[in-house]
């Protein structure tokens, strides 16, 4: 009588607990940071985007000094006044400067999105960066071409009576500054939710009468626990019956052949 010719164990492809081969990014425990390379390139693309959106401050500057309404002044030779005092071009330049910093915001984080889907931080931190020094930048040449911050000197160039335009200025410098960086965050966090790579769902497998769950066994492999270990031992009982009673019958309880 010999030992039971039982094959060795085969692992199951398929199974969700077998081990990543060597090479997998998943083999040591863990997604496999990225290498020096890679962050380098990551660095490169956030700096370019930085800089793109910065020198995109300029024709949002050119913008605002073109579309915001101008603020009406007069002099009378002893003091400098709105012509019209309950108007609202000091509000509206501010307004403009908004809106048109949330529409750069939208453009930019789209356009971002679509030429590299899959984000980093490094990319979104530079998308926050040129947005900031790009309003910055249109603050300052809006400023710088519009009507000249001397007001006294442009009154007296003007004449007494005369309209001439106030310089045009930001008075709430935070929001407006800001407002493109933010919106940019914002567009660009919703695309990456909606539109972005996923990761793959873990596989799982239920095995049994859906008492329990786990990875595939082998043959012979181990010992099923559960309501199904009653229902192996008296499978093996009936089948190490049967043998004998038959007088050394090939099978046993496992499936596998018996050579007697």
């Given at each position: 009588m010999t030992a039971p010719l039982t094959p060795p164990h085969q692992p199951d492809p398929h199974d969700p607990w077998q081990a990543p081969p060597s090479g997998s990014r998943l083999a040591s425990g863990g997604l496999v940071p990225p290498t020096a390379a890679e962050r380098r390139a990551e660095l490169v693309r956030a700096a370019v985007t930085a800089?793109?959106?910065?020198?995109?401050g300029l024709l949002l500057g050119l913008l605002w000094l073109w579309l915001a309404p101008r603020?009406?002044?007069?002099?009378?030779?002893?003091?400098?006044?709105?012509?019209d005092s309950e108007g609202e071009e000091a509000i509206g330049a501010d307004g403009t400067f908004v809106l048109l910093a949330l529409a750069f915001g939208l453009v930019s984080a789209v356009a971002v999105f679509l030429l590299r889907r899959r984000g980093g931080i490094p990319l979104v931190v530079g998308l926050a960066l040129g947005g900031l020094l790009?309003?910055?930048?249109?603050?300052?040449?809006?400023?710088?071409?519009g009507p000249t911050s001397d007001v006294v000197a442009?009154?007296?160039?003007?004449?007494?009576?005369?309209?001439?335009?106030?310089?045009?200025?930001?008075?709430?410098?935070?929001?407006?500054?800001?407002?493109?960086?933010?919106?940019a965050m914002i567009v660009h966090l919703l695309?990456?939710?909606?539109?972005?790579?996923?990761?793959?769902?873990?596989?799982?497998?239920?095995?049994?009468?859906?008492?329990?769950?786990?990875?595939a066994r082998a043959p012979g492999a181990g010992v099923v626990d559960g309501p199904s270990a009653s229902v192996d031992s008296g499978a093996g009982a009936e089948g190490d019956s049967g043998a004998g009673a038959d007088g050394g019958a090939s099978g046993t309880a496992d499936g596998w052949p018996r050579r007697s």
């Open positions: 800089l793109l959106l910065t020198a995109a603020v009406p002044l007069v002099s009378d030779d002893t003091a400098v006044y709105l012509k790009g309003s910055l930048l249109a603050w300052g040449v809006g400023t710088w071409l442009h009154a007296k160039e003007a004449g007494k009576g005369v309209t001439f335009d106030a310089p045009l200025e930001l008075h709430a410098v935070g929001a407006a500054v800001l407002a493109w960086p933010i919106a695309l990456t939710w909606v539109f972005g790579p996923r990761d793959p769902e873990p596989e799982w497998e239920f095995w049994g009468s859906g008492q329990a769950f786990g990875p």
